[in-house]
């Protein structure tokens, strides 16, 4: 009997335990929204933009040669590129920014070069100093390139250059919810949740060169072609949830 009056009074204790949890916990459910029942959740979303010069440049470039055998158009254009990398080298184009993007021998179907055979070599070519494209670009024309399409343009870094546009997407993002706030009669008290809604760039069209299709078409020039620079807009997006209450 005195085993049953202490397992009672047990359970009992349990019983109010558990109820003063819960009791407890209920003053203050929880909103899944993150708000106060005394807030109004307002989401936004905004964009933001920064305007960047490009520091670095690539380009394709690269060399037809016809000969009347394969042997021979492939040897020829071996010596050819050789000068092409050489002139490149001497503005200061290191190895590591040359990469081969194309190689083709074919025998020529039609034209005035019927019969004969024509060796491609095509490869990009990073400027690490855009300053210093056009120098180079003439560089490869006047050691005989034929074939050149570019430059594009961009940035060593781009991430680092979007971090202003981050910011100004957020203060875009708070000003609005204040105009929200404000029309409202309530005011911005907490912010709840940034959301990063990524982001692009957008800039210039590219400088572009015709390509040639024979070395015979195409004259070496004295001086690179003038490149400009311009700038790249990056533009980046955000959406935020704020919390408002009265004034």
Do not use: W
């Not at 109820?19 to 459910?29: A, K, N, R, Y």
């Not at 979007?162 to 100004?168: P, T, V």
């Not at 009669?185 to 060169?209: K, N």
């Amino acid at each position: 009997m005195m085993t049953d009056n202490h397992g009672s009074i047990v359970m009992r204790r349990l019983v109010s335990l558990a109820m003063l949890i819960v009791g407890g916990c209920s003053d203050t459910p929880q909103n899944p929204r993150g708000v106060a029942d005394d807030e109004t959740l307002l989401s936004v979303s905004a964009t933001g933009q920064a305007e960047t010069r490009p520091d670095m440049a690539s380009f394709l470039v690269g060399v037809e040669t016809i000969r009347p055998t394969s042997r021979d158009a492939s040897a020829a254009n071996a010596a050819a590129m050789d000068k092409l990398v050489a002139a490149l080298a001497a503005q200061g184009v290191s190895d590591k920014d040359i990469q081969t993007r194309n190689l083709s021998i074919s025998r020529i179907e039609y034209g005035r070069n019927k019969g004969q055979f024509s060796a491609n070599n095509q490869v990009t070519v990073r400027v690490r100093n855009v300053d210093k494209a056009s120098a180079a670009i003439g560089a490869a024309t006047d050691a005989g390139a034929n074939v050149l399409q570019g430059p594009t343009l961009g940035l060593s870094n781009p991430e680092k250059a979007r971090l202003s546009a981050y910011g100004n997407a957020y203060r875009a993002a708070k000003a609005r919810a204040d105009a929200y706030a404000e029309a409202a009669g309530m005011t911005v008290s907490r912010v709840l949740v940034i959301r990063d809604g990524g982001g692009g760039v957008s800039g210039p069209m590219p400088y572009d060169m015709a390509m040639a299709e024979q070395a015979a078409t195409v004259a070496p020039v004295a001086a690179g072609p003038p490149v400009r620079i311009g700038t790249d807009i990056d533009t980046v997006t955000v959406q935020v949830d704020f919390a408002l209450e009265a004034k």
